[in-house]
């Protein structure tokens, strides 16, 4: 633990005013932990508190620099376990360039974490982010993000709004075990929003991953995707659930169920799987194995077990394809490959 000072002034009392401050704090083993430089001090020794003008300081692990702190004024606080720092901070890790600014910095070399405080941005060539508070494991280069986080993925233009978000950036993944809204924007426009219980985004291939009560809201189309779990490829405007999902289309007012989907956003098109129930407005359904539904054309394709029913008028068709717009109730029904026959039920009306 080592103060040195430079062209000094000295006062009897509580107070010392120096015009360059460098102090360096060495652990057990004599390997440095932290140096901060300033050019003005005034430092308390009886409470080890200090005002600085343009501080620097490196922050060391493993006796390397894993963080360097500057700032235009700032108060230093220390002792042999930790650094602390209040003013305008701004922290920077040489190594991956994840640079982090708030209102306090908290070192704490012996638990390897760096703590900054206080309307915290931090800024990287993947990510931006703001929370309460930024957690970093320097030896990891994990940060964790707390308190109000919003979290912006630069490249593929997805903001992130949760309470705590990991951000391991070795790995190039934001990770979040809270609920969390997802938007993308497109022109500074929000084109598409999920929800969801958990979520992890691929910095790298531009993957989301929803889990957990996923509700994913398209604007075009005009489309709301309920489902278990979804995989929502960002670069080619991709989702993908492989649990049960439920679809509406708010345009058409016709809904489909399913136990797996791909919706393929740019082609507007849509591909349903096993046990797929959809029904129009006017409560006409369709229930077959698989489904394509063409949104742009308001044509769907079903195949496997199909049976069609509408109430006006009453009709059942059974067979093992259909093709056709469910809401005009112009739908076409075919035997398929099979040899079986198509079977027309035709309900009659009671008389009056």
Same mark, same amino acid.
């Given at each position: 633990n080592q103060l040195n000072l430079q062209s000094s002034k000295k006062e009897e009392g509580v107070t010392s005013t120096f015009l360059v401050l460098m102090i360096d704090q060495v652990d057990e083993v004599g390997r440095i932990l932290w140096k901060v430089q300033a050019k003005q001090a005034n430092y308390t020794a009886q409470n080890k508190l200090g005002v600085v003008q343009n501080p620097f300081g490196e922050l060391f692990q493993d006796g390397k620099v894993v963080y360097q702190v500057r700032a235009d004024k700032a108060e230093i606080e220390r002792d042999a376990q930790k650094l602390f720092l209040k003013g305008k901070i701004i922290a920077v890790d040489p190594n991956n360039g994840v640079e982090l600014r708030g209102n306090e910095l908290e070192w704490r070399p012996k638990e390897d974490l760096l703590i900054v405080r206080n309307q915290i941005n931090g800024n990287h060539k993947q990510v931006q982010a703001v929370a309460r508070e930024a957690r970093v494991k320097t030896r990891q280069q994990?940060?964790?993000f707390i308190g109000? $986080?919003? /979290? @912006?993925?630069? %490249?593929?233009?997805?903001?992130?709004? &949760?309470?705590? !978000?990991?951000?391991p950036v070795k790995e190039e993944k934001l990770i979040a075990q809270?609920?969390?809204?997802?938007?993308?924007?497109?022109?500074?426009?929000?084109t598409d929003r999920g929800r969801g219980d958990a979520a992890s985004v691929n910095l790298k291939t531009n993957i989301a991953t929803v889990t957990k009560n996923v509700q994913i809201e398209l604007v075009d189309p005009s489309m709301q995707i309920a489902t278990g779990a979804a995989t929502w490829n960002l670069k080619t405007d991709t989702v993908i659930t492989n649990s049960k999902v439920r679809v509406l289309h708010r345009e058409e007012n016709v809904? $489909?169920? /399913? @136990?797996?989907? %791909?919706?393929?956003?740019?082609?507007? &098109?849509?591909? !349903?799987?096993?046990?797929?129930?959809?029904?129009?407005?006017?409560?006409?359904?369709?229930?077959s194995q698989n489904l394509t539904w063409f949104l742009d054309k308001q044509l769907i394709e079903a195949e496997g077990s199909v049976v069609y029913k509408q109430a006006d008028p009453?009709?059942?068709?059974?067979?093992?394809?259909?093709?056709?717009?469910?809401?005009?109730?112009?739908?076409?029904v075919t035997g398929g490959n099979t040899g079986r026959r198509v079977v027309t039920e035709i309900i009659p009306q009671p008389r009056e």
């Open positions: 994990r940060i964790e109000g $986080v919003v /979290a @912006n993925a630069k %490249e593929s233009q997805l903001q992130m709004r &949760t309470e705590q !978000l990991l951000w809270k609920p969390i809204q997802i938007d993308r924007y497109k022109n500074k426009q929000i809904t $489909v169920t /399913a @136990n797996q989907g %791909e919706f393929r956003i740019p082609q507007k &098109t849509v591909f !349903l799987k096993g046990n797929v129930t959809g029904i129009g407005q006017r409560s006409q359904s369709i229930n009453p009709l059942t068709f059974k067979g093992e394809k259909a093709f056709g717009n469910i809401n005009t109730q112009n739908i076409s």
